[in-house]
């Protein structure tokens, strides 16, 4: 059950509003009921708050300590925010397609904070997609076979050299040599709720820990589809102010890239997590 001491809106397919929540002034209980209603629904969406780096840096530290990312480009002055930005003269975004961040370390970052410092006229949604359900929602029999399972996530054909990224007009995402890889349960038990949930994503999961690549992909691919069927998406639309704190154990996110020829900036800092069982 969610915490009253915030006014919490259940959304369609994924996630909770509150209203009322000012991120500069919050109390600690309502800080702790948030960080419950993040660990239960997945991701949580405020709107109209104001707030420079300091402030968005001191309130996602009350959340959970801050983790710096390896790849995104920073702010000028504070390198606990990346920046997660689309010119108008660029043609690809940061996070086009289904993923859940940092699924390729050792210990996955927890979740983001992300803030809309500027967003275009129309587009750029994020979808956001509820592990939980996607798992609560398979036959017995296939959950039993899904909890004997390790899938192996990795980050060079995304962030390294010749990746993903290389070929397109975001090539300072590309090259690196720090890419690290992690083996992960494919089904999770959440640290912070004690729920199961899904944990395979298409971004980072390369394959079933003992399968052949085409028994993992045939799994997968039957997961991924299983995974973003309406029932468990919702599409959250921006305007400067808004901001999502979301829960990587437990949801997948993928930003819409659908408004070329506008600029969106948006704040994020990522907070550390846990290994995971
Ligand atoms: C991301 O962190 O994947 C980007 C999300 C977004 O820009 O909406």
Same mark, same amino acid.
């Given at each position: 059950m969610l915490a009253s001491v915030l006014d919490i809106e259940r959304l369609d397919g994924c996630g909770v509003r509150i209203r009322g929540l000012d991120a500069k002034a919050a109390s600690d209980a +309502?800080? =702790? #009921?948030?960080?419950?209603?993040?660990? =239960?629904? $997945?991701?949580?969406?405020?709107? =109209?708050? #104001?707030?420079?780096?300091? =402030?968005?840096?001191? *309130?996602?530290?009350?959340?959970?300590?801050?983790?710096?990312?390896?790849? *995104?480009?920073?702010? +000028?002055? /504070?390198p606990e925010i990346a920046k997660v930005e689309k010119s108008e003269a660029q043609t690809t975004n940061i996070g086009g397609g289904w993923h859940t961040d940092h699924s390729y370390d050792a210990a996955p970052a927890m979740g983001s904070v992300l803030l809309a410092v500027e967003t275009p006229p129309s587009g750029g949604d994020?979808?956001? #997609?509820?592990? /939980?359900?996607?798992?609560e929602a398979l036959s017995d029999g296939f959950k039993a076979m899904l909890s004997t399972?390790?899938?192996? &996530?990795?980050? #060079? &054909?995304? *962030?390294?050299? $010749?990746? $993903? /990224?290389?070929?397109?007009?975001?090539?300072?995402?590309? $090259? &690196?040599?720090?890419?690290? +890889?992690?083996?992960?349960?494919?089904?999770?038990? &959440?640290?912070g709720s004690g729920r199961k949930a899904l944990y395979v994503n298409p971004a980072f999961t390369t394959g079933i820990i003992g399968w052949s690549p085409a028994e993992s992909e045939a799994l997968l691919s039957f997961l991924y589809q299983h995974a973003v069927q309406p029932q468990f998406v919702h599409r959250f639309s921006w305007r400067p102010g808004s901001m999502a704190i979301w829960d990587n154990r437990c949801t997948w996110h993928y930003a819409m890239n659908d408004y070329h020829g506008h600029r969106r900036l948006m704040h994020r800092i990522t907070l550390d997590g846990v290994p995971l069982a």
């Amino acid at each position: 059950m969610l915490a009253s001491v915030l006014d919490i809106e259940r959304l369609d397919g994924c996630g909770v509003r509150i209203r009322g929540l000012d991120a500069k002034a919050a109390s600690d209980a +309502e800080i =702790d #009921a948030l960080r419950t209603a993040i660990f =239960d629904r $997945g991701v949580v969406f405020l709107e =109209d708050q #104001a707030l420079a780096p300091e =402030d968005q840096i001191a *309130f996602a530290r009350r959340i959970a300590p801050i983790v710096v990312n390896r790849y *995104f480009p920073k702010t +000028e002055r /504070y390198p606990e925010i990346a920046k997660v930005e689309k010119s108008e003269a660029q043609t690809t975004n940061i996070g086009g397609g289904w993923h859940t961040d940092h699924s390729y370390d050792a210990a996955p970052a927890m979740g983001s904070v992300l803030l809309a410092v500027e967003t275009p006229p129309s587009g750029g949604d994020t979808q956001f #997609a509820d592990m /939980y359900a996607a798992y609560e929602a398979l036959s017995d029999g296939f959950k039993a076979m899904l909890s004997t399972l390790k899938a192996h &996530h990795a980050s #060079a &054909h995304v *962030f390294g050299a $010749g990746s $993903g /990224y290389a070929n397109t007009d975001r090539k300072e995402l590309s $090259g &690196h040599a720090d890419t690290p +890889e992690a083996i992960h349960p494919v089904v999770i038990t &959440h640290p912070g709720s004690g729920r199961k949930a899904l944990y395979v994503n298409p971004a980072f999961t390369t394959g079933i820990i003992g399968w052949s690549p085409a028994e993992s992909e045939a799994l997968l691919s039957f997961l991924y589809q299983h995974a973003v069927q309406p029932q468990f998406v919702h599409r959250f639309s921006w305007r400067p102010g808004s901001m999502a704190i979301w829960d990587n154990r437990c949801t997948w996110h993928y930003a819409m890239n659908d408004y070329h020829g506008h600029r969106r900036l948006m704040h994020r800092i990522t907070l550390d997590g846990v290994p995971l069982a």
